[in-house]
């Protein structure tokens, strides 16, 4: 299993610190549960599931739907799932059995563009890391985004609009865009783009 997912979480929960200062603004107004439910949505549809990460079976897209609910169960979740225990566990709270979870960390942890990666420490107190890149790298772009809208600057996306953006992408697989604030027509654009993917 890799071993940097626990420094992805204390970077990103940095960012979100840090998105908070800059917008002024507490954690929910950033990623309350009505911003991160759409994309949590998208990212679990069955198509998108099957066609951006792979996740093909039944079985397998309900265990990953279960997985990205707990990695954006709160705000600063951030597209982590955090279990002190065993790997057992973490297994329990998906609905499984520790071997196939771990056969499917495994699987998914090889692919070019791994949709999950995983960490775990044993010792006194074991603790199994989970992270989906991915859900990470959106959350943080929309906590970026709507810190923007919170801080007035003007002229930029509104918070419909960040939520159509990466709705949109989210359900193409796509990555969010490497600016914090968007220009309107840029927005838009970018929607027209991936719909065409």
Same mark, same amino acid.
């Given at each position: 299993?890799?071993?940097?997912?626990?420094?992805?979480?204390? &970077?990103? @929960?940095?960012?979100?610190?840090?998105a908070?200062?800059?917008?002024?603004?507490t954690?929910?107004? $950033?990623?309350?549960?009505?911003?991160?439910?759409?994309?949590?949505?998208?990212?679990?549809?069955?198509?998108?599931?099957?066609?951006?990460?792979g996740?093909?079976?039944?079985?397998?897209?309900k265990?990953?739907?279960?997985l /990205?609910g707990?990695? !954006?169960?709160?705000?600063?979740?951030?597209?982590?799932?955090k279990?002190?225990?065993?790997?057992?566990l973490?297994?329990? +709270?998906l609905?499984t059995? +520790?071997?196939?979870?771990?056969?499917?960390?495994?699987?998914?942890?090889?692919?070019?563009?791994?949709? /999950?990666?995983? &960490?775990?420490?044993?010792?006194?107190?074991?603790? /199994?890391?989970?992270?989906?890149?991915?859900?990470?790298?959106? $959350? @943080?772009w929309?906590a970026?985004?709507?810190?923007? /809208?919170?801080?007035?600057? +003007?002229?930029?996306?509104?918070?419909?609009?960040?939520?159509?953006?990466?709705?949109?992408?989210?359900?193409? !697989?796509?990555?969010p865009?490497? &600016?914090?604030?968007?220009l309107?027509?840029?927005?838009?654009r970018m929607?027209? @783009?991936?719909?065409?993917?």
């Open positions: 299993m890799m071993a940097h997912v626990r420094q992805s979480r204390d &970077e990103a @929960l940095a960012r979100l610190r840090s908070q200062r800059f917008g002024g603004c954690r929910a107004a $950033l990623l309350g549960g009505a911003v991160r439910d759409p994309l949590l949505a998208a990212m679990t549809d069955p198509e998108a599931a099957r066609t951006c990460f996740i093909r079976g039944a079985d397998l897209q265990r990953w739907a279960r /990205v707990l990695a !954006g169960a709160r705000p600063a979740s951030l597209g982590f799932v279990v002190d225990g065993t790997l057992g973490l297994a329990k +709270q609905h059995d +520790q071997a196939t979870l771990s056969r499917n960390l495994r699987t998914w942890e090889r692919r070019d563009r791994p949709p /999950v990666l995983a &960490e775990a420490t044993r010792g006194k107190k074991p603790t /199994v890391l989970v992270q989906i890149p991915f859900l990470t790298a959106w $959350l @943080l929309v970026d985004a709507r810190a923007v /809208v919170h801080r007035g600057h +003007q002229g930029f996306i509104g918070t419909d609009t960040i939520r159509q953006v990466a709705v949109t992408l989210i359900s193409r !697989g796509l990555r865009p490497p &600016e914090k604030a968007l309107p027509l840029d927005a838009q929607i027209r @783009l991936a719909e065409k993917v």
